[in-house]
């Protein structure tokens, strides 16, 4: 580790990898509700699970965001982090917050946790993953404001590299497009085409832009590539990625009463997403073909690569499977959208953060890479959750292309639940797909304990 | 080592960075996609395409395709002045070229300030949608452009291009000719054919 204050990443780590147990145990339980409805009522009805299973995704997700930032920025900075002491008190504050917010979500009933928290003076509870009680969302903003001012400050007083600046600006993006969760209009039309501005264009828009700058980073460091090859792909794939992403979002204006020429603009513009992801794919193996040294952590390079295949899988080609607006127009809100939703996310933004523990963690516990058995145990747990995110993938994309046809295509559509009944073997296998995940997890955390033989340090390829 | 062979090589395909050439290749397969759906919704109401394209200004149309085929001109002209060592007459070539991307901008604003004042927007008709959609993300390709030549004159201003190398100035000639072929098509696609 080059600067000591890049130790407060582990922290954000920590917290992440936690809350990712936690989302995973809440995603088994809704995957069992799905065909045992009653499986834990009323304790944990489903729209706790679910509200849980998502709530708990993206903040884990920020969390391991933050700790890449901190663990990135001084190295690329040259210098050490502005304030380390607000980086971990800011942790704090987001972790008891968070973790306060999902005990509301399961110990009050929704509508008590809203008056409970004083919902009335500033509405925005109620709306899907921003469920999130209003005094919670001030808190994130706080927590984002003062780690932009201590991102921000490190790397404006420091070396400026291409890596630190997109990332800057993809977590501006990140904090700028939060603020519309706090536009709650009566009108419901303008709620939802608000409500996207947060959603679409965080993990459409800047998200992909902080996904490209820590892959970059750890391909620099795990490859020894040169830095001006990675930088003008870095160009390409944001650029690509931002305008295919922004005019994209009137993919998901198709039906909620936007004008008709959403439909044209975002089947165009979102046909074209799998782009950026599809050049990252090329970008990622070709930094890796041409790399100078090899690298001790071999599960770090395979994490790498494994994030700009999946994220082109998931976002691109399960995105582009029903981003046209005719074929929209019978899948939109069925299961298919929960198997992109799925591989999508664990492709680029969770297999991303683990790309980025993967690499910086054992510098951070004092080696340049892990042992040898945790490394086989952590490439053990990319393959189990890899491959069953994959199942779960086209188990749920079964499910929804039966779904379309018995609910919506066929000549005569049967009602929701009864098409729910009629693919439950789909969530059965789905469910049985998801403990295999679980078990992979739980190897991952376990890599982190194994003891085995060292393995060697950096070997510089001379040619 | 291997590495900067491979980029070398790679050059010799292509002028300028391989890298540009896939955002090019992206760039045009949006207008294409773009192209085909407008000649496909053309198809279908060409009376109304027919009637609206009429209220099209043709005169600003063509002056701006002179303007930008010049300005396509004129970075040929800086890569040349580049290849010769004469670093100077490189960017002033560079600076032409800004001016007339520069003239172009402000013929489209103009076109554009003539149909938003009396109220013709993106909502008006299938026509316009084309026409103000297409039109616009072209302007800011024209824009964008001109970014990438602008900083190509700053880091020629810091000698970082000689005849050996200036890959930059490539880069930025390509991306600038893909933003004049866009045109070459656009124009009398959506202003002159009926």
Request: glycine letters at 8%; a neutral charge; charged letters at 10%.
């Amino acid at each position: 580790m080059k600067y000591k204050s890049q130790n407060v990443a582990k922290l954000y780590f920590i917290a992440a990898i936690g809350l990712f147990i936690g989302q995973i145990l809440f995603g088994v339980t809704m995957g069992l509700q799905y065909v045992w409805g009653d499986f834990l009522f009323p304790a944990i009805p489903f729209n706790v699970a679910r509200m849980v299973h998502t709530n708990l995704l993206i903040v884990w997700l920020l969390f391991g965001f933050m700790g890449s930032a901190y663990y990135l920025v001084p190295e690329e900075s040259e210098r050490e982090l502005y304030a380390p002491w607000l980086a971990k008190l800011m942790f704090w504050i987001f972790l008891i917050a968070g973790a306060a917010t999902i005990v509301g979500y399961l110990l009050f009933t929704y509508s008590d946790l809203a008056k409970l928290t004083m919902n009335d003076l500033l509405p925005t509870m109620g709306r899907e993953f921003l469920e999130q009680p209003t005094i919670t969302k001030i808190g994130i903003v706080v927590v984002v404001l003062a780690f932009l001012f201590n991102i921000g400050m490190t790397i404006l007083t420091g070396r400026k590299t291409v890596v630190s600046l997109v990332l800057l600006t993809g977590l501006v993006g990140l904090a700028v497009f939060f603020l519309f969760s706090f536009y709650n209009p009566d009108n419901l039309f303008l709620d939802k085409y608000f409500w996207w501005w947060v959603v679409h264009l965080w993990v459409e828009g800047v998200w992909e832009l902080i996904m490209a700058s820590i892959l970059a980073f750890v391909l620099i460091k795990i490859t020894g590539v040169d830095r001006e090859m990675i930088e003008k792909w870095l160009y390409i794939i944001i650029a690509m990625a931002l305008i295919s992403g922004l005019v994209g979002t009137g993919h998901h204006f198709f039906w909620i009463g936007s004008p008709d020429y959403w439909q044209w603009l975002g089947s165009i513009f979102s046909a074209l997403e799998p782009i950026p992801f599809f050049m990252m794919t090329l970008f990622a193996f070709n930094v890796v073909n041409k790399r100078r040294r090899e690298h001790p952590n071999k599960a770090a390079t395979l994490w790498a690569l494994g994030t700009a295949v999946m994220a082109f899988l998931g976002a691109g080609v399960w995105g582009f499977l029903h981003t046209l607006a005719p074929v929209n127009y019978y899948t939109h809100g069925t299961q298919i959208t929960a198997a992109h939703g799925h591989m999508a996310f664990y492709g680029a933004y969770v297999m991303v953060v683990l790309t980025m523990i993967s690499y910086a963690m054992p510098i951070m516990r004092g080696r340049t890479a892990n042992n040898e058995i945790a490394q086989t145990l952590e490439m053990w747990s990319f393959w189990l959750m890899t491959v069953s995110m994959v199942f779960i993938t086209l188990f749920l994309t079964g499910a929804g292309i039966l779904q379309v046809y018995l609910q919506r295509y066929s000549e005569s559509p049967l009602p929701f639940l009864v098409v729910q009944d009629k693919i439950a073997l789909f969530y059965w296998l789905r469910e049985i797909a998801g403990l295999v995940f679980l078990s992979g997890l739980l190897v991952y955390v376990y890599s982190f304990f194994a003891k085995g033989k060292e393995v060697g340090e950096i070997k510089e390829i001379t040619t | 080592m291997s590495n900067s062979t491979a980029i070398e090589n790679e050059q010799r395909l292509l002028p300028g960075d391989l890298a540009i050439w896939f955002f090019i290749f992206a760039e045009l397969l949006v207008f294409g996609i773009f192209f085909i759906v407008y000649s496909i919704q053309r198809l279908q109401h060409v009376e109304l395409f027919n009637q609206y394209q009429a209220t099209l200004n043709k005169e600003t149309g063509a002056i701006n395709t002179v303007l930008l085929i010049t300005a396509s001109y004129f970075v040929v002209r800086a890569v040349d002045a580049i290849k010769t060592n004469n670093i100077s007459s490189c960017i002033n070539w560079l600076y032409a070229s800004l001016g007339m991307g520069t003239g172009f901008l402000i013929l489209k604003s103009y076109e554009f300030y003539s149909k938003f004042s009396v109220g013709i927007g993106i909502n008006t008709n299938d026509f316009y949608f084309f026409y103000i959609s297409l039109t616009f993300f072209h302007f800011l390709h024209v824009i964008l452009g001109m970014i990438i030549i602008f900083f190509v004159i700053l880091f020629a201003k810091k000698g970082k291009y000689s005849a050996k190398e200036h890959t930059g100035i490539e880069t930025a000639a390509s991306y600038w000719h893909m933003v004049d072929l866009v045109w070459i098509v656009l124009f009398p696609l959506v202003y002159i054919i009926h």
